[in-house]
């Protein structure tokens, strides 16, 4: 339980990035927050690439990845390359920070907040009210960046992505990829297609 209440708090540090944007956005600009990410990113990379092609074996890997994440990328990689993927994204076709920065806090926050009132292995669905906390979590965090509606299409989706973990080709498309993924794509989807 030690290990699993460590890894939710190293989760909720990552919403450390969208909130200095928020709170200082002109010291913090979100070429700033683009920057920060590339380079978590690129530093993720190497990590990875050292601990499954060479053997870097660290005790913190024995600490905060699971056991699905032994000979997979490791959950706190696909957590970066989800923020950064969502951080990115922003000014192609109309994805703004009012989409991008509630998607990071649904995967900093919305996810830890579920993953301690009950995880799930990776081939099973959480339970029913887990996942009805999740949806809530989520959509209040969207509720003052999007409209009513972006928001509760952002919820569900993150809600899906947390409950859900599919493999695909042998390896678990892991929740920290997908929740900051779909919250945005759904939000996106919302703010350009729904009426207000």
Not at 149 to 167: M, N, W
């Amino acid at each position: 339980m030690a290990d699993e209440v460590a890894r939710r708090l190293v989760h909720a540090t990552g919403s450390a990035v969208p909130l200095c944007h928020l709170l200082v956005p002109d010291l913090v600009t979100w070429r700033v927050v683009q920057a920060f990410l590339a380079v978590c990113l690129l530093a993720v990379v190497v990590l990875e690439y050292l601990r499954l092609s060479v053997g870097l074996d660290w005790a913190i890997y024995d600490r905060l990845t699971r056991e699905y994440e032994q000979d997979n990328p490791a959950g706190y990689a696909l957590y970066i390359a989800g923020m950064a993927l969502v951080a990115f994204a922003v000014g192609i076709g109309g994805m703004t920070t009012n989409v991008a920065v509630p998607a990071m806090l649904m995967l900093a926050i919305g996810d830890p907040i579920s993953g301690l009132l009950g995880s799930a292995s990776a081939s099973a669905v959480k339970q029913t009210w887990v996942l009805l906390v999740m949806f809530g979590v989520c959509t209040l965090l969207a509720a003052p960046f999007v409209p009513p509606a972006a928001a509760v299409l952002g919820g569900a989706a993150a809600t899906f992505a947390d409950g859900v973990k599919p493999t695909i080709a042998g390896y678990v498309v892991d929740d920290n990829f997908s929740i900051p993924v779909l919250g945005a794509t759904a939000m996106w989807v919302g703010v350009a297609v729904l009426p207000v």
